[in-house]
């Protein structure tokens, strides 16, 4: 269909009216039409046609669509400087699983594929690199993020995501099949569209506007969004009668109750880890489940070079193993229920104010007694703080009671520390002065009958409600149930409307992070679902007239800046990702540190805020430490937290997430009740080969099942549980009831005035198995020979010393190989290369929290392959943290029982290809498919590989991974076929997909190729420049930017002045295996413990092991050492089992 | 004629006695150049028994089955078998050498015996060549379907290739496999023809269908046993025989490179290729001794293959499996003289690790029960040496399994050990093989002659010879 030309002169017109005005129009319509246009089917009249195509015309050429049409769709004509093909980065900011996202989303032709940190952003930009003086920091500038938010591209892409408006009049379960994206698509059209809901929106509001809001209630988790805060209290405004609820699943403002206390208030809590020497934390997992953790990790990790003598130490008190337990450079395991009381002992030590002395004659720490260990850490930990007032951090966990929050606020203030690395901001709250309830009262009001409307914009309470709330029966009772939902889930079964939410990627939004900072969240694609934005929908409620999510955002930053601003600074805005200068101000306010002043804790406000019942379950003065001798089962505690994976079950449905392995455990698609092996005795379970028994855990009627995990050097007594599991609802990934379970639901067991840290629970084991799928130890090493061979490699394969003996020798972490000497069977080949690409990965610095794990992933098109292929040892990532257990030697060769180790800690090692030089892999492949590049990268040329799978076998890392299915589409005929989760790997998910990288298919072998697609295009990039050398810092592997620790450095080390050949040449820089003589590219730095004296086990305090080492060389095994080996071989296990 | 052979009771003379300065006769039962065509050819020329027809209705099946496998496998991936990381390599790796390995006893009996001038090996050569060939096509099938992606496999021939303008690697082990294994089962498959040819004109000669001997006469190539076929077939089977002894060495020891040259500890080591030959022809005469101890009886060859054939193969069972014993020990013994941590854990974790069983099924069957050939009622007893060559033959798969497996579960870094545990699909492939390789087996003795009747006709003017020469008056003299 040709647009009516004049033949002198062409017209261009913006609206139909226009269009319908002119006499070329007028002479078009009345003209016969051609053939075919008169063949058009019957029951649509020409005059009809023609409607349509004018109307088709106009909204072709009018402009003002939801949003600025080029950021979304391809084009006829590309605006300037876009190069199809190349990708674009945008700033922006979301909350994603409970944290706030200061991202670059790297987007290809409008589909965003990719989020990383925004170097740009304050957060990141006042802890930018340190220690090279050759002014190329900003060339390093980068951020970090964490594993969740690496996956959430994978979430906007899912197909199971709610794909259309779901009405339902009839709640009563079951609730049928879940509605998700790739249903609707099948049946064209859902039964309801948002014309729909539009109606029926417009006269409930119509009849709530009559009586003031009268039965309206609000669900809403509280985040710091401005927008949405400022357009809730609108609504609020507008109904004074309506009711507000905030719910949170995973509580977070215990900090702020605990302040409220010491008589401040209103205002957030900011810490600068960067700023403290020594900092302690009680019970927080400031890299992992924190919410601040990546900012955390990078303000850490610029303290940890030791040859800027600036070595930061970090205590860490918890129950768990966390990630922050295994980066800590002294750990002590203590139940999360003694924390108050260890608090208390712990000001008592910094009131009486005098520092201990160590007497001359004094036991080591290994030779210590239980109790004596902990007088011994409580001591120490006081003297060290008092030695650094004004630089050092007590930092509590969110899970905590607001008790031990105000403890530690008062520690924080008498250490002179406020304003110095804690810093008290002012916030302003949208929210002050509204009145709200609890979701406890929420549903006892529901239930009678007091409210006719909800609408939900939390994300499903239904699942993460603690188990004494019956939210489905308050639900059903309240007549319409309006849920903002991102699933067809198990909230959403019980509203009357489920509309599709936007993913943060779709729409418009803002936050503020930690300090304030104001960023905008802009969308990046066209809602993929067709859903609608939480700000959208608040608009609606609040009877707005301007419905442009992008304008009502603009509003608030109009607010926040008042006079200054500009169309200028709003682009602005959205360019950087934030606005300059919107930090909070330091709030005024001072800590009222006399203990007799002190107003009891106030009652809970919100849900969930872990108090740990109005009872203490102990003497609060008095610290009950477990002997792991001796458990006592009457003191049991089952600690709930959100899972390092998929958070509180948000990101059930996430396959990267499911299959990322938790940083401890190592395990994937399940949850488990975590316990030390002294409880799992005392409990009479075990754990063996793939299998673990189960136990059953009952709080009151409330009961749940599920497999044990042995986690050596957990707190004894304490048992922990991830949420976000056994969900009923969330799609062929996260589980569908009836048809597959991945992992089981701990929520029943939460108590609403217990929600992370329960106590008076009753726990017993069963002699039921269940199967259980982990990334390493594939089964529980259980023999001895095993057991003991692992912590004698761990020792040479991740090097390890104490600040102290690298103080004493810089070169300890070569001493190893100190006379080995490597031959080559025949004169090695000059290799000339252009570039020597290698790597550095700082193990001082690595915390082994996953985001570079699912970086690469992201990155290199990985697919996942589900629980049955991960127990089979087919996981497919890249890059894997391989985790090692080592111990107290001296203690637990004294106790005698090498299958329970003392004081166990944990090291981490990230590990993928290191693209030996003398690479075995590409020695032995017949069809010469895994080669090197002339840039000395060992690459993979996946057309020629046909899967002999003997480079595999040949690779002393095991890096390589092998296609046994067609991961990317479906396994295969009959098998698989009872694993659903194969359909998350097709359709709408191949979105996802990074076209710079293939897609690899069954039957080929893959690994890392050090981002081979970035290196070439920086190769391109410099050619196209004319030549210029590629610089350091030009490229940047996935894993690189994903590191908030700095951890990993790649480059050229054919550049001297580059970081990795400075790293390489570091003293504490070691290849592991290269007594193989294979030149790995890849290099570690040793890690550093930095433990104060006093606390060194007696291997820390001489070093023997090393010694030995130096002076007949690593591969020793003589006679005069057989003996050593026999006995040091029990000595120190890694006991899973 | 046939009668006087059949009728004969084999236990009125026990060959396998040994009387100083005499020599043994290698056939017995009076046996006349006739009496020799009748007895062999009467295998093929009479209708089969009943339980040939069992055999190959349950062979053919599995046969099918194994196929319709390869199929599956083919649509589906590797993945249905239980290969994993660390573990990349399992059963049909394993089943490779392990057929490879059964693959050696044929030509070992036809070339390097017939150097040395055995002449016992007359019996026995044609069925062990036989088998060889069927051992090596099962052989050859695992690692083609093997590979990820088995279409791809003729990859691996250096052929010249158009659209890549490459050669394969010529550094990788696997490569010198496809030419070592080519290489033995072309030679093997010419030679083993090539002593065919007389029997099957004697075949052609007595066919009393139109058909057979159109056949057979095509395969014969117009055999007519004047002298001067017979003089340049003697040169050219001695010439084939040279040819074909050091492939005896070469293949095993190439096999054995696919584990040597890497690096992995308990695969990297010097001792492989002669241990691997040892145990190849030691597992090979293990699967002679399995096959030929029934097909005597079901044919009632028992005066062609006589016992004392039998205990000669037994006793160099027991020679290979002391060999074999002496690797094992050997390999402990330099895991700790050469100091080297990992290769010392290897061997422990071999012996004392998760794969402990498999370890001492593997010295159990290898080691210790072909020590009981000491004993001469055990080596000439058939049902007893029958039941301990299956045990070989277990102990010698075992064997391959506990090199391939232990060795990658649990190599240089702990974080990636892993237990290989086989699927259904393992089990039944390793199954299916052996469908195919008695499906081939059974026709082989249902359509050729079993016994090289030429070559032991030979015997028997040797054995006149001897017995006139010696003045021996045994029972077989003067027919």
């Known amino acids: 269909m040709k647009l009516p030309v004049t033949a002198s002169e062409k017209q261009f017109f913006r609206s139909v009216d226009q269009l319908e005005g002119t006499p070329e129009f007028n002479e078009f319509l009345e003209r016969e039409f051609p053939v075919a246009a008169s063949e058009f089917p019957e029951g649509v009249s020409r005059r009809r046609w023609m409607q349509l195509m004018g109307a088709s015309v106009a909204f072709a050429g009018a402009s003002g669509c939801r949003y600025y049409r080029e950021e979304f769709a391809g084009f006829v004509v590309p605006p300037s400087g876009r190069v199809a093909g190349l990708p674009q980065s945008f700033a922006t900011n979301f909350v994603w699983a409970g944290k706030v996202v200061n991202g670059l989303v790297k987007s290809l032709d409008g589909r965003p594929i990719k989020v990383d940190g925004n170097a740009m952003h304050p957060m990141f930009a006042t802890s930018a690199n340190s220690g090279y003086a050759d002014g190329k920091d900003e060339k390093f500038a980068q951020a970090g993020s964490d594993a969740a938010t690496q996956a959430a591209v994978l979430s906007l892409y899912d197909p199971d995501r709610l794909g259309w408006l779901v009405q339902r009049d009839d709640r009563s379960l079951p609730a049928g099949k879940m509605v998700t994206v790739a249903e609707s698509v099948a049946q064209k059209k859902g039964p309801v569209n948002w014309t729909d809901f539009d109606i029926a929106a417009r006269s409930q509001l119509e009849t709530l506007g009559g009586n003031g809001g009268e039965g309206l209630a609000i669900v809403y988790e509280p985040a710091p969004t401005p927008t949405f805060n400022r357009l809730l209290a609108e609504v609020a405004a507008k109904f004074p009668k309506a009711t507000l609820v905030p719910y949170e699943s995973v509580y977070g403002r215990n900090a702020v109750k605990g302040l409220e206390s010491l008589g401040v208030s209103n205002v957030t809590v900011n810490h600068r880890l960067d700023k403290a020497t020594v900092i302690v934390a009680i019970d927080a997992d400031l890299f992992g489940s924190e919410s601040a953790s990546v900012i955390n990790a990078r303000q850490f990790s610029i303290n940890r070079d030791p040859n800027g003598g600036n070595m930061n130490r970090l205590y860490c008190i918890e129950s768990q193993f966390s990630t922050t337990g295994s980066a800590a450079d002294f750990r002590y395991a203590l139940q999360s229920s003694q924390m108050v009381a260890f608090l208390k002992r712990l000001e008592a030590a910094i009131d009486a104010g005098t520092p201990f002395e160590a007497s001359a004659e004094e036991l080591n720490y290994s030779k210590l007694s239980p109790s004596e260990r902990l007088e011994r850490v409580l001591q120490v930990i006081a003297t060290d703080l008092l030695a650094n007032k004004g630089k050092s951090l007590v930092t509590v966990g969110y899970q905590q009671d607001p008790a031990a929050h105000q403890i530690a606020m008062r520690i924080n203030a008498k250490l002179e520390n406020v304003g110095k690395t804690l810093f008290l901001l002012d916030a302003p709250n949208e929210l002050a002065g509204l009145k709200s309830i609890k979701l406890d009262e929420f549903a006892r009001q529901a239930a009678n009958g007091q409210f006719n409307t909800a609408w939900i914009f939390a994300p499903n309470p239904v699942y993460t409600v603690a188990g004494d709330i019956d939210l489905p029966a308050a639900l059903l009772a309240i007549k319409t149930v309006v849920y903002a939902a991102d699933y067809d889930d198990e909230t959403a079964v019980y509203s009357t409307w489920s509309l599709p939410l936007t993913h943060p990627l779709e729409a418009w939004s803002d936050v503020r992070s930690a300090d304030g900072t104001y960023g905008v969240c802009q969308p990046m694609i066209e809602p993929v679902t067709g859903a609608r934005s939480s700000i959208e929908l608040l608009s609606i409620l609040a009877g707005f007239e301007e419905l442009d999510p992008a304008k009502i955002v603009s509003g608030t930053l109009q607010k926040l800046a008042g006079g200054s601003f500009t169309e200028r600074l709003w682009q602005e805005a959205l360019h950087d990702g934030f606005l300059k200068d919107s930090q909070y101000q330091v709030s005024s306010a001072t800590i009222n540190t006399a203990a007799e002043d002190l107003k009891p804790l106030p009652a809970s406000a919100i849900a969930a805020e872990g108090e740990n019942g109005s009872e203490p379950t102990v003497a609060k003065n008095e610290v009950l430490f477990s002997d792991p001798d001796n458990v006592d089962l009457s003191r049991l505690e089952v600690v709930v937290l959100p899972s390092d994976t998929v958070y509180d079950g948000r990101l059930a449905n996430n396959g990267w997430m499911q299959e990322c392995p938790q940083p401890i455990t190592k395990l994937t698609w399940d949850n488990a009740a975590l316990m030390s092996v002294s409880t799992a005795r005392a409990l009479g379970v075990g754990q063996s080969r793939a299998t673990a028994e189960m136990v059953v855990i009952r709080q009151g009627d409330a009961m749940t099942k599920l497999p044990i995990f042995i986690v050596p050097g957990q707190a004894e007594g304490t048992i922990v549980v991830a949420l976000g599991y056994g969900r009923s609802r969330a799609g062929s990934v996260g589980g569908v009831s009836g048809q597959f379970d991945v992992g089981h639901s701990i929520q029943g067991l939460r108590r609403w005035n217990q929600a992370f840290i329960l106590n008076g629970i009753e726990v017993s084991g069963t002699t039921e198995p269940y199967k259980l799928a982990t990334t390493q130890d594939h089964f529980a090493i259980e023999d001895q020979l095993g057991m003991g061979e692992i912590p004698r490699r761990a020792q040479v394969i991740v090097r390890e010393g104490t600040l102290a003996s690298y103080e004493k020798d810089h070169q300890f972490a070569k001493v190893s190989h100190h006379g080995l000497k490597i031959d080559s069977l025949w004169k090695e080949p000059e290799v000339r290369e252009n570039h020597a690409w290698g790597m550095s990965i700082d193990l001082n610095k690595c915390s082994g929290c996953n985001a570079c794990v699912i970086a690469c992933q992201a990155e290199n098109n990985v697919p996942i392959v589900g629980k049955e292929q991960v127990s089979r040892g087919r996981e497919m990532h890249w890059l894997r943290i391989d985790r090692y257990f080592t111990a107290d030697r001296e203690a637990t060769a004294a106790k005698g029982d090498s299958t329970n180790p003392v004081d166990p800690r944990i090291v981490t090692q990230p590990m993928a290809c290191a693209h030996c030089e003398t690479a075995p892999c590409e020695q032995v492949c017949p069809v010469a498919a895994t080669v090197h590049t002339e840039d000395g990268i060992n690459a993979m040329a996946y057309n020629r590989c046909v899967g002999t799978r003997y480079c595999a076998n040949n690779c002393p890392y095991k890096v390589r991974r092998f296609n046994y299915f067609n991961y990317n589409q479906k396994y295969g005929y009959f098998y698989g076929w009872q694993d659903k989760r194969e359909t998350a790997n097709t359709k709408l998910q191949s979105l996802v997909l990074n076209p710079d990288v293939t897609v690899r298919g069954r039957g080929v072998m893959e690994k890392c190729t050090y981002c081979v697609q970035r290196v070439q295009n920086a190769k391109i990039m410099a050619r196209n420049k004319g030549g210029v050398p590629i610089a350091d810092g030009d490229v940047r592997t996935a894993c690189q930017e994903a590191c908030a620790s700095q951890a990993i450095v790649f480059g050229d080390l054919n550049d001297k002045t580059s970081r990795v050949y400075a790293n390489h040449n570091d003293p504490r820089s070691y290849a592991v295996l290269e007594e193989l003589n294979i030149k790995p590219r890849t290099q570690y730095l040793a890690r550093l413990r930095n433990v104060p004296v006093r606390l060194m086990t007696s291997e820390q305090l001489n070093p023997t092991w090393n010694h030995s080492h130096s002076e007949h060389g690593e591969e020793h095994h003589g006679d005069e050492h057989g003996h050593d080996h026999e006995e040091h071989a029990g000595e120190h296990e890694e006991a899973h089992s | ?479």
């Open chain 2, 1 to 479: 004629m046939a009668s006087i052979a059949t009728s004969f009771n084999p236990r009125e003379i026990d060959n396998t006695v040994e009387m100083p300065g005499t020599r043994a006769p290698l056939i017995t039962g009076n046996q006349t150049y006739t009496s020799i065509t009748e007895l062999v050819c009467q295998v093929a020329e009479r209708p089969q028994p009943p339980i040939w027809y069992v055999l190959f209705g349950f062979s053919l099946l599995t046969a099918i089955m194994f196929f319709s496998l390869i199929g599956y496998l083919i649509l589906t991936g590797v993945g249905i078998w239980g290969n994993m990381s660390p573990v990349f390599w399992a059963w049909p790796i394993v089943n490779f050498v392990f057929w490879v390995g059964i693959g050696h006893a044929g030509t070992l009996i036809s070339a390097i015996l017939f150097l040395f001038r055995q002449n016992w090996r007359t019996s026995i050569n044609r069925a062990a060549e036989a088998m060889t060939i069927f051992a090596v096509i099962c052989a050859g099938i695992f690692p083609g379907i093997h590979v990820g992606r088995a279409w791809l496999a003729f990859w691996l021939t250096p052929y010249p290739s158009l659209n890549l303008w490459m050669w394969p690697q010529f550094r990788s082990p696997l490569l010198w496999d496809v030419f070592a294994v080519g290489t033995y089962a072309s030679v093997s498959l010419v030679f083993w023809y090539m002593g065919l040819i007389p029997d099957l004109a004697t075949y052609r000669d007595r066919s009393t269908t139109k058909f057979r001997r159109m056949i057979y006469g095509v395969f014969s190539l117009g055999w007519t046993g004047s002298s001067r076929h017979w003089m340049r077939y003697e040169k050219a089977y001695t010439l084939l025989a040279a040819l074909a002894t050091p492939l005896v060495l070469s293949v095993h020891t190439v096999v054995s490179f696919d584990f040597a040259v890497s690096q992995l500890p308990g695969w990297h080591t010097t001792i492989f290729p002669p241990y691997f030959v040892a145990g190849a022809i030691f597992s090979g005469f293990g699967m002679v001794v399995t096959l030929l101890v029934p097909v005597r009886k079901i044919y009632k060859l028992e005066n062609v293959i006589t016992l004392r054939h039998l205990e000669n193969m037994n006793k160099i069972i027991l020679a290979t499996g002391s060999l074999v014993g002496l690797a094992y020990a050997t390999e402990f013994f330099m895991a700790w003289y050469s100091g080297n941590d990992y290769e010392t854990f290897a061997f422990i974790n071999r012996a004392f690790g998760p794969y402990w069983w498999a370890y001492w099924i593997m010295v159990s069957c290898n080691v210790i029960s072909p020590q009981l050939f000491w004993f001469k009622k055990l080596r000439t007893t058939p049902i007893l040496m029958w039941i301990i060559s299956i045990f070989v033959n277990i102990g010698m798969w075992f064997e391959r399994f506990v090199i391939t497996v232990t060795s990658l579960s649990r190599d240089f870094l702990p974080s990636s050990w892993g237990y290989f545990s086989p699927t259904l699909f393992d089990g039944l492939m390793f199954f299916g093989s052996f469908g195919l390789f008695m499906t081939l087996f059974l026709l082989f003795c249902r359509f050729l002659p079993v016994v090289a009747m030429s070559e032991v006709r030979g015997i028997i003017a040797i054995q006149k010879h001897a017995a006139h020469g010696h003045g021996e008056k045994d029972s077989s003299h003067g027919h």
